[in-house]
């Protein structure tokens, strides 16, 4: 097997990390790799295995993702699955992960067993009581709320589609996943959903959690995909964020105006990340010393982070917001 690359790519995930900690961004793009491999150093084992972690909100999103994705994958090949088939789905997903997390397999392959995050950082407990019944209701309800509004809201419009009008997005799990290149850089992009429509492409991209304002710049991202990708111009390409906790679709306009601004952001934001690659040199990408990359000092970022062990900060403590 030839030897893996670290090589540069740009997300908004990760304009979002270097954005809001460097040595988030330094510990996910550099410390962590290879970790998987038992011969590599600890220190980059741990951070590839706190990495891999899910927090509730990774919990909820991934159990919805993955039960909306059957049921289109079912609905466009005539096999539809009903909203309880789908609910199951969801509610099978995160008994997996608690299950995952109590082997403790995650230790020796975090990539391939769940560690849940409020249990490693003993925010809660296994055993059961009230803070312990309180958190799995909190996510079982968000999840089931979310997939149900999916259900109401959001299948309706996506009822009619056929297998051949729908665009595919190449996941995480699937090997390299989706992507495009401007200016040589290659630009992760993985809409949830995308697909052809009188010579538009229509994405929606479902979101468990609360609205941002961030989303709109994500969504513009998507479209520079499809624009770049599928050759379709900016007026034609529609896109529609769908937040699944209030059932609300919020679409969000694209044109050339917009795309070219679009371009600019990761334009700037790759030249603000060069400067933390030895000579500027995104070829090689190799980073700086581990200290150019400071911590935040905004501690209210550390509690939604995966990497408080790493960076010593296990002491700031349960975390309610998203
Ligand atoms: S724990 Fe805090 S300082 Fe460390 S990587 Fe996370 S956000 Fe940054």
């Known amino acids: 097997m030839p030897e893996l690359n670290n090589t540069f790519c740009w997300s908004f995930s990760q304009a979002k990390e270097f954005a809001e900690c460097k040595r988030r961004y330094y510990l996910n793009r550099h410390g962590s790799w290879k970790g998987w491999d038992a011969m590599a150093p600890a220190d980059a084992r741990a951070a590839y295995r706190l990495k891999q972690m899910r927090n509730k909100w990774a919990l909820i999103g991934e159990a919805v993702d993955k039960a909306i994705l059957d049921v289109l994958s079912r609905m466009v090949v005539n096999a539809p699955i009903s909203e309880a088939q789908a609910l199951e789905r969801a509610a099978r997903e995160l008994r997996t992960a608690w299950k ?98 009188d010579n ?38 529609q896109l529609y964020i769908e937040y699944l906790e209030s059932g609300e679709t919020q679409p969000v306009g694209y044109d050339v105006g917009k795309a070219s601004t679009m371009c600019d952001f990761i334009m700037e934001s790759v030249n603000q990340m060069r400067k933390y690659l030895v000579d500027g040199d995104i070829d090689k990408n190799e980073p700086l010393p581990i200290e150019a990359f400071p911590k935040t000092d905004d501690l209210a970022r550390c509690r939604n982070c995966n990497y408080r062990e790493a960076c010593n900060r296990k002491f700031v403590g349960l975390v309610d917001n998203e």
Request: charged share 25%; hydrophobic share 35%; with cysteine.
């Open 200 to 237: 538009c492409i229509v994405i929606h991209d479902w979101k468990t959690g609360m609205r941002r304002d961030e989303h709109e710049r994500q969504l513009g991202i998507y479209g520079l995909w499809a624009h770049t990708k599928h050759g379709v111009l900016p007026p034609a390409i």
């Open 100 to 197: 995952q997390h109590q082997t403790g397999k995650w230790r020796e392959d975090p990539k391939h067993h769940v560690c849940i995050r409020e249990l490693y950082y003993n925010e809660i407990t296994a055993e059961p009581g009230i803070d312990r019944d309180m958190w799995v209701e909190r996510v079982k309800g968000r999840t089931d709320t979310c997939v149900k509004n999916f259900f109401t809201h959001v299948l309706p419009q996506l009822r009619g589609l056929a297998a051949a009008q729908v665009l595919p997005v190449a996941r995480v799990q699937q090997g390299d996943p989706e992507h495009f290149h401007l200016a040589r850089v290659k630009i992760y992009a993985i809409p949830d959903y995308a697909y052809r429509k």
